[in-house]
Structure formats: C-alpha cells, structure tokens
C-alpha cells in the first residue's frame, strides 16, 4: 500500500493521551453531520421548536439585559458568555386567542 493510498486511513498514534492533551475539546466530533449523525437530533430539533413556539405564545418575553450588556463566546456554536435573565409575562387569553 502506497502514501497516496493510506492517506485516509487513521493514525492511532494521533489518539494517545499525549498527543489530545492541547487539543481542544470539539476538535473531533465524530458523528455530528451526515448520515451518521445523532438519531435523535431531529426529535430534539422539533421538541425545541415546540417549547419555544409555546414559550413565546404565552408569554411576552424580555431580556433583563441591554443589547451592550450582551457578550458572545465562540464554542461549538456561539453562545452567551454569561446566562441571559428573562422576564417572562403572561399574555392576555386575548392575546393568545388564534381565531382573532
């Protein structure tokens, strides 16, 4: 077998406690894309997307925070670097009547 030919196969030596110790922690994930990824993800998806379409149409959400205040961090996807406090105020059976 030939450089070109193995260039695909994995190297174990790339697994070894010394070798992962910098590296960081969402380096590797193995089976986030594709068809190999989570068989769960898209009932997640939609139980997040049901929560929150009740969540906003029973409440009047606000954020305790001003938009300045707000700060980011980049992870495996770009989150709050400080948990955000919300208000959230009942609406009115008026307000949350879909026939109006």
Do not use: Y
Not at 4 to 11: A, D, I, T
Not at 50 to 78: C, G, P
């Amino acid at each position: 077998m030939g450089k070109k030919e193995r260039k695909h196969v994995g190297r174990q030596s790339n697994f070894l406690t010394d070798n992962i110790k910098d590296r960081h922690p969402f380096a590797f994930v193995p089976f986030s894309a594709g068809s190999r990824n989570c068989i769960g993800q898209r009932f997640a998806l939609l139980e997040e997307k049901t929560v929150l379409s009740w969540i906003l149409r029973n409440f009047h959400v606000k954020s305790l925070l001003r938009r300045d205040q707000l700060r980011t961090k980049a992870e495996l996807i770009l989150r709050q670097a400080k948990p955000v406090k919300m208000l959230l105020t009942p609406r009115t059976k008026k307000e949350t009547n879909n026939n109006n």
